[in-house]
């Protein structure tokens, strides 16, 4: 079952509209199988790359979608769980700069994917169909569960599009 709408702010649907799967397990593995695969086409030296000056790399980006991917993992076990704090956001870019990302071997950061997509679907399929629908708060909205699944699965996704539209077409 797809979220529900008003169970995550209107950005996010820039990312939950990329996923067609009505079955969340099903969308974390399809869209994790197709990042696997585009990701895995591209070369140490063309990781390198980027379209402009002050323009993530092709590392970066990979390496965001993994720190991305952790933090909303989180929140979604922190909401499942019943926690009512309102957790902190985070700053991407801030986060890009500290990553070392550009510093790390291509196929490490491409490893790390598969291991953190493996953990994802391993936490979503531990919940509950009433632990999807658990909403809490974080930085300034509140979000549900499910809508978090989604969001990682159409986040990558939403990446290689970028990636295929500003960097290099595979």
């Given at each position: 079952?797809?979220?529900?709408p ?5 950005y ?5 509209k990329?996923v ?10 399809n869209h994790?199988d197709?990042a696997?695969s ?12 980027s379209y ?5 790399t092709?590392?970066?980006i990979?390496?965001h979608i993994?720190d991305?991917e ?17 957790l902190p ?10 990553s ?5 071997k ?10 953190v ?22 930085s300034?909205?509140?979000i ?7 969001i ?11 990636v ?5 077409s595979l």
């Amino acid at each position: 079952m797809r979220p529900a709408p008003g169970s995550f702010p209107p950005y996010f649907n820039t990312y939950i509209k990329l996923v067609e799967e009505t079955e969340l397990i099903t969308a974390l593995l399809n869209h994790g199988d197709v990042a696997e695969s585009f990701f895995s086409k591209i070369t140490e030296e063309n990781s390198c790359y980027s379209y402009a000056e002050g323009k993530w790399t092709i590392k970066e980006i990979l390496q965001h979608i993994n720190d991305a991917e952790r933090i909303f993992c989180f929140r979604a076990l922190s909401f499942a769980r019943g926690e009512i704090q309102v957790l902190p956001g985070f700053d991407e870019n801030q986060f890009a700069a500290n990553s070392h990302a550009n510093d790390l071997k291509w196929e490490s950061i491409l490893d790390d994917f598969k291991i953190v997509r493996k953990g994802s679907v391993a936490l979503f399929n531990s919940l509950s169909n009433d632990d999807l629908d658990h909403t809490g708060s974080a930085s300034d909205y509140s979000i549900s569960v499910r809508a978090l699944g989604y969001i990682i699965a159409g986040h990558a996704t939403h990446h290689i599009n970028v990636v295929k539209e500003r960097y290099i077409s595979l």
